[in-house]
DNA sequence: AAACAGTGCAACCGCTCTGAC
DNA sequence: TGTCAGAGCGGTTGCACTGTT
């Protein structure tokens, strides 16, 4: 390469564009198009490099270019969209009419990617931190068993359990369980998990082997998928109305298999996002939250509801809310499995 | 009112891709 | 097949604006 960027030529003017030169631009493509863009700006009567009038053009002139906040709903396909392209904002901004590539991704590190960190998500794998996720008051549940992890298995991620079976595995190593407790050892883990887990939810581990998913090594997810985690629970979409749109899609994945094969389980669980203090024995999924009817659309104080009319920060705790579930001590998963 | 910090976004930079020759 | 130039893309920068002290 090494080749000179075109704008160093003498002359060639350079940052914030005129309304005159804008007008300039304009009129020029309207009446012959952008045709070449090395070429455009002498023609146009331009003192700007080719690469600049394009620029120009294609993130700000265009007529067809949609201004202002974006709404939840394009944010929603934003995020979606970067969960499966990655930092394709090209591609991203394809499937946005009226947005462009820069736009998104200028909005993507200023808006959803502090969000997303705030809230505790990798914006890169699209995946829960696992360093952030608490564990300890899952596994320090006195009466979590070995039965009770099978089950579990079903409610959370995957590979977030067999992280808590690993550290579990040690802890009984340590005699730290109660001497009633199974010790389970670590090739029963693989046993089990293997039997509970379809094949296809292995193979698109981002994980390669478990050594490099104890490591937390989360930076080694490949960009094409970086939502394999989730790719085999639910996806949302917006069109379905079932769930909320405003939410990221790992937040769905406890609602995923768990919820379609325990029907129950929503009403046994009656989580709301009031549900912060460790010592609530309200461990309960709102029914507003996870268990709006397919057929009929979100109540007004739904997840969508409340999204779609709240702050930034509205946003951040109601996701936020919804990963934040914990194990109330004592609580035996037996009870509403 | 002034200084400072934080935020958002337009524009630029440098690299890669692609097609013409 | 290799070279070159144009176009496109993702990352970064700089500045204007806004909020806070």
């Not at 499966?84 to 590539?101: C, E, H, M, Q, Y």
């Not at 990798?122 to 995946?127: E, G, I, Q, S």
Request: some cysteine; glycine content about 6%.
């Amino acid at each position: 390469m090494g080749r000179s960027p075109c704008c160093d030529k003498n002359g060639l003017k350079k940052g914030p564009w005129t309304p005159e030169e804008d007008m300039k631009l304009t009129q020029y493509i309207q009446m012959h198009g952008p045709g070449n863009w090395r070429t455009l700006p002498k023609n146009a009567g331009l003192e700007r490099c080719g690469k600049s009038c394009r620029l120009r053009w294609t993130n700000y002139l265009r007529p067809d270019i949609k201004r202002g906040r974006f709404s939840f709903e394009e944010e929603e396909t934003i995020i979606q969209l970067h969960s499966v392209l990655g930092n394709k904002w090209s591609a991203i901004a394809a499937r946005l009419p009226g947005r462009t590539d820069n736009e998104i991704k200028n909005y993507w590190n200023t808006h959803i990617r502090k969000r997303l960190l705030r809230m505790g998500i990798d914006p890169v794998t699209h995946a829960p931190r696992l360093d952030l996720l608490d564990l300890s008051s899952l596994l320090s549940s006195a009466q979590l068993n070995l039965s009770s992890l099978i089950r579990l298995q079903t409610l959370v991620n995957p590979d977030a359990l067999r992280l808590a079976m690993n550290i579990l595995s040690s802890q009984n190593e340590n005699q730290l369980f109660n001497s009633q407790a199974p010790v389970i050892q670590p090739n029963q883990f693989d046993n089990i998990i293997n039997q509970q887990i379809p094949s296809n939810d292995l193979t698109t581990s981002p994980f390669h082997n478990q050594s490099q998913f104890l490591q937390g090594d989360m930076g080694h997810f490949p960009v094409g998928s970086t939502n394999s985690i989730f790719q085999n629970n639910i996806k949302p979409t917006t069109s379905d109305q079932s769930l909320p749109t405003d939410i990221p899609s790992f937040c769905y994945q406890m609602k995923s298999d768990s919820l379609s094969d325990n029907s129950s389980f929503d009403q046994s669980l009656n989580y709301s996002s009031s549900t912060t203090n460790n010592n609530s024995q309200n461990f309960s999924f709102d029914n507003s939250v996870l268990s709006t009817p397919l057929s009929s659309p979100p109540p007004l104080n739904s997840a969508s509801g409340l999204i779609n009319g709240s702050t930034e920060d509205e946003r951040d705790s109601f996701c936020s809310n919804l990963l934040r579930f914990e194990i109330p001590e004592g609580l035996d998963f037996e009870d509403f499995i």
